[in-house]
């Protein structure tokens, strides 16, 4: 009895347990997607760059939760996570990835460059910050037809650095457009620290300036994240007017796939690392969900094993799925031209 | 036929298509409340009202990228560039997004905006305000780059670059918007990848784009009056799509020809234009295909050295007088 009082306290209205568990397992398939890109790398099945989502995926997770189906989204080249908390299918992520025809892009766009125009997800972006003025066209759009829809861009602590990010903020009060700026403060850009590379060192205390509310949450638990994400995209939806949040959380792995141990020794500890791994959000989310009774160990198991068979799944279909026929090279570069051929 | 100026002719293809589709809108520094910095955009705010021609801060990648970002979702936004050298601040939104969108995301996100604004100097305004540049734009896939150099092909190339449904950078040029030109009555547009041959000739192509085509016109003019020579004058309008038929066509005929533009020579796109002509009819050729071209200096502010640095009338009577020779 006393327990269940405790529960009703500790989950948000809007969060019934059989949700909870639906996002958990969501955190669960984004970790051993990501668990099996390393190895493929290291097999020759994917090239360029990668950028893993370990240690974040509260934050995905817990935003995209409350998107409507005809809300959009934009982030960056760490986009694993956001396509997979979307909804898309986790087999066609891992054939983008692996350069594949059947990949979300054709394999045209690779890891960087995910997309789901379907729900709404209008793409990875691999220029730091470059999509954050994309988002306030976005916005514009949707105040332009009056609808109630509203658009989330995702960005790293990095991209606060970058002039065009803080143009796009000033121009997202200006116009009131309904978007979430998310910057996932995970404590590095490459190898620099916030500290170094940002003159004010509370990344939501320089957004402020920019007219709109912001706020400064920690990333790690994802009830945390849920309810907070809540709150702000209801704000952002019926307001209409933009809103920053800064999102405390760190990266487990180092910053792309060529960043090993040896790298990140030139800029982090191991005790700061294990310090974080300490937090984990899917170890936190499971303890929750146990405490409470609202999994046994053995369920948590059954959907450990389920998540990581999804991921090996999607790397034989990648795997087994054709390249793009070679005509793919000249499609797409305009919606109604030919590019010639020059040989 | 109505004459009109070329400034008038953009503002009538942007009234007439924003009447036409309500998801036209405009943006850009000045365009709404001041009425434009050279007056294109007067009196569409009161027309159309504060949420289709948007006052933006002097922001241009944030313009660019609003603009992008309105384009993905089906609006189709024409941003105007208060002139294309501040353009260079958008540099990444143009060339890193909206030309590779499309072809990243495996084709299923357009973005049919427009990038308007005038190109080019000549009026003293010096090394930062003189800028074309078009032949980086062209040399972009993904990106279509119109020049147009009359009223009449203003308002018909807007007209189609606005219903365009990729990105489309419409280069206007300061030195022509007071020029006056017929317009036909009643709805037009003009296609991209067509030239136009602006005046006939049997002895020396001439191609050309944008103001140049007007030096141009002049110089065969006063050609065919002093000396005999017969020019043909294409106006190539478009640099992106490029119309290369019109032009071998045109050397078939006369065996000799000679590129002008305004923007700095080396690496400029008479460069591309040779090369082709070079590679697709080169037996037709009796003299090297020569360029007229602004000098490979920053543009000077005064006015003897600036007039010295843009391609003239009479560099252009020298070039066919040596193609001829
Ligand atoms: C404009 C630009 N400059 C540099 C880079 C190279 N680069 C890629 S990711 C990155 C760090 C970005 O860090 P942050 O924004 O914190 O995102 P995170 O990788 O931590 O998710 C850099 C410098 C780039 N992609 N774009
Ligand atoms: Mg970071």
Redesign the interface.
């Known amino acids: 009895m006393r327990a269940e009082v405790l529960v009703k306290k500790a989950l948000p209205d809007s969060l019934t347990p059989q949700r909870l568990v639906e996002l958990y397992r969501t955190m669960l398939l984004i970790r051993h997607f990501e668990e099996q890109c390393a190895p493929a790398y290291r097999q020759g099945k994917m090239g360029g760059y990668m950028h893993v989502y370990i240690g974040q995926e509260a934050v995905a997770t817990g935003f995209i939760a409350h998107l409507r189906d005809d809300d959009y989204m934009l982030c960056s080249y760490r986009d694993h996570g956001h396509a997979i908390a979307r909804g898309t299918d986790p087999r066609r992520i891992m054939a983008e990835l692996f350069g594949r025809y059947t990949g979300v892009a054709k394999g045209k766009g690779g890891s960087m460059h995910l997309v789901d125009v379907e729900r709404g997800f209008l793409g990875g972006y691999g220029i730091v910050g470059g999509m954050v003025p994309l988002a306030v066209g976005v916005g514009y759009g949707i105040r332009y037809r009056g609808t109630d829809q509203v658009c989330l861009c995702f960005f790293g602590d990095g991209a606060m650095n970058i002039g065009p990010v803080h143009e796009a903020l000033n121009m997202a009060t200006i116009y009131k457009v309904p978007v979430v700026f998310i910057c996932e403060n995970n404590r590095y850009a490459m190898a620099t620290p916030v500290e170094f590379a940002s003159a004010v060192p509370s990344l939501a205390e320089r957004a402020k300036q920019y007219g709109m509310p912001t706020r400064q949450i920690g990333g790690m638990d994802l009830l945390e994240v849920y309810r907070e994400a809540e709150e702000i995209i209801r704000h952002v939806r019926t307001t209409p007017e933009p809103f920053f949040v800064e999102v405390l959380t760190y990266r487990f792995e180092g910053h792309g796939i060529a960043d090993n141990p040896t790298n990140q020794a030139l800029y982090r500890t191991k005790e700061e690392v294990e310090y974080w791994r300490q937090r984990d959000p899917i170890v936190n989310t499971a303890r929750f969900l146990l405490e409470n009774g609202f999994a046994t160990e053995n369920e948590l198991l059954e959907w450990d094993a389920h998540a990581k068979q999804q991921a090996l799944e999607a790397v034989a279909y990648a795997d087994a799925s054709p390249e793009p026929p070679l005509e793919e090279l000249y499609r797409d570069v305009y919606t109604d031209m030919e590019v010639q051929e020059w040989r | 036929m109505a004459v009109i100026t070329y400034r008038e002719a953009l503002r009538q293809a942007l009234t007439e298509e924003m009447e036409r589709d309500p998801g036209v809108?405009i943006l850009g520094e000045e365009v709404g409340r001041y009425q434009g910095t050279f007056r294109v955009t007067e009196g569409l705010l009161q027309r159309f009202g504060e949420?289709r021609v948007?006052d933006?801060?002097i922001?241009e990648?944030?313009i660019?990228?609003?603009?992008?970002?309105?384009?993905?979702?089906?609006?189709r936004?024409v941003a105007e560039f208060m002139t294309f050298s501040f353009a260079l601040i958008a540099a990444?939104?143009l060339v890193?997004?909206a030309a590779k969108?499309?072809?990243?995301?495996?084709?299923?996100?357009?973005v049919p905006v427009v990038f308007r604004g005038p190109a080019g100097g000549g009026a003293q305004l010096s090394a930062q305000h003189s800028h074309s540049l078009e032949s980086w734009y062209a040399h972009i896939?993904?990106l279509?780059v119109v020049t147009p150099a009359t009223p009449a092909d203003a308002k018909g190339m807007l007209k189609t670059a606005i219903r365009?449904?990729?990105p489309v950078i419409f280069m206007e040029h300061a030195k022509l918007y007071s020029t006056r030109g017929e317009v036909p009555q009643g709805e037009y547009t003009v296609p991209f990848?067509v030239a136009d041959i602006k005046r006939e000739g049997r002895d020396v192509t001439i191609i050309a784009y944008s103001q140049p085509v007007l030096l141009a016109l002049h110089a065969a003019q006063k050609l065919a009056e002093t000396e005999g020579i017969e020019c043909e004058v294409i106006d190539l309008r478009s640099l992106q799509?490029l119309d290369m038929d019109t032009v071998l066509r045109s050397i078939h005929k006369t065996h000799r020809a000679v590129v002008v533009h305004e923007d700095h020579r080396n690496v400029g796109f008479g460069a591309e234009v040779v090369a082709r002509i070079q590679e697709l009819a080169f037996d037709e050729l009796d003299a090297p295909v020569l360029r007229v071209a602004s000098a490979d200096v920053p543009i000077p502010y005064a006015r003897n050295l600036e007039r010295a640095a843009f391609p003239s009338e009479e560099d252009i009577i020298r070039a066919v007088k040596r193609v001829l020779a």
Not at chain 2, 64 to 75: K, P, V
Not at chain 2, 102 to 109: E, H
């Open positions: 809108f949420m948007v933006t801060p922001s990648s944030g660019a990228g609003m603009a992008i970002g309105a384009a993905m979702i089906g609006l936004p990444d939104q890193n997004h969108i499309l072809y990243m995301f495996g084709g299923q996100i357009a896939p993904g279509k365009d449904n990729n990848g799509p």
